[in-house]
Nanobody, 114 residues
């Protein structure tokens, strides 16, 4: 299984970006899909997730600004990020879990300038 994340880049504060994560072999059968982010100073943190029961989880830091979605036909997980802030600057990773095994994408850098 390989996950390929894309869509990162440089954006001004208040702007938007859309990240995508494609999974070789499709996204069927994963009981957890999510996006995380990490900076050199902080531990990796969850920014959005879809649980096995299809509930969607956002931490307070991204609630109302980020939207996670899953397209089974396109084998992708997307993260729409709006109203971006400088503190959203980080490397973003997608993760999928199947049968208790975590699979991670390689990360894509998001930089938000003030």
């Amino acid at each position: 299984v390989q996950l390929q994340a894309s869509g990162g880049g440089l954006v001004q504060a208040g702007g938007s970006l859309r990240l995508s994560c494609s999974a070789s072999g499709g996204t069927f059968g994963y009981n957890f899909v999510g996006w995380y982010r990490q900076t050199p100073e902080e531990q990796r943190e969850l920014v959005a997730a879809i649980r096995a029961d299809r509930t969607i989880v956002y931490p307070d830091s991204t609630k109302g600004r980020f939207t996670i979605s899953r397209d089974v036909r396109k084998n992708t997980i997307s993260l729409q990020m709006n109203s971006l802030r400088p503190e959203d600057t980080a490397v973003y990773y997608c993760k999928m879990t199947r049968a208790g095994v975590d699979f991670w994408g390689q990360g894509t850098l998001v930089t938000v300038s003030s």
